[in-house]
């Protein structure tokens, strides 16, 4: 062997280079990490094509809260305990939410948008692509206490005094 690789059969320099290959591959792996976890704190880039399908525009959260706020009552059955459902509209399916109360949230607004002020049949799916999506019959309601004063009073042995007396 030549002179200048002689140093190579030393066991103490074999065990050196490979402490310090294990410690470059170390060194490696917590880069890795850091820059892992540093790009994870940053928010995400999205292609300028794709900017229209990313976070939703505060203003249209907004706005879909307040819609949302105008509905009185939902209930994942087809009737609403304390309420009469006097109309029904119609079904309302709405997709692509990040979460299930967004999806729900989502629901409410579009019912409201219909003219209903509740929800009845009421659930929620999750897709295969990690968004939610959310179902509903949208119908209008009326407390069953405002039913009741609405409703005629009971008949009894006394003549109402709007009606004609019995003439024979």
């Given at each position: 062997m030549s002179n200048w690789l002689q140093w190579l059969d030393d066991w103490r320099v074999k065990l050196l280079l490979l402490c310090a290959l294990v410690a470059l591959l170390v060194v490696i792996r917590l880069l890795r990490r850091a820059r892992h976890w540093w790009r994870r704190r940053r928010p995400a880039r999205l292609h300028p094509k794709l900017q229209a399908y990313g976070d939703p525009d505060e203003r249209?959260?907004?706005?879909?809260?307040?819609?949302?706020?105008?509905?009185?009552a939902t209930s994942s059955t087809g009737n609403i305990p304390g309420y009469q459902i006097t109309e029904q509209i119609e079904a309302v399916y709405v997709d692509g939410f990040r979460r299930p109360e967004e999806a729900i949230e989502g629901l409410k607004a579009t019912a409201?948008?219909?003219?209903?002020?509740?929800?009845?049949?009421?659930?929620?799916?999750?897709?295969?692509?990690?968004?939610?999506?959310a179902v509903g019959d949208a119908v209008i309601v009326r407390k069953l206490s405002d039913a009741k004063s609405a409703s005629p009073p009971a008949e009894s042995g006394e003549a109402k005094p709007d009606s004609k007396p019995h003439q024979e």
């Open positions: 249209l959260v907004a706005e879909r809260r307040k819609q949302a706020a105008s509905i009185l409201a948008m219909k003219g209903a002020n509740a929800l009845i049949n009421v659930h929620h799916e999750h897709s295969t692509t990690g968004r939610h999506a």
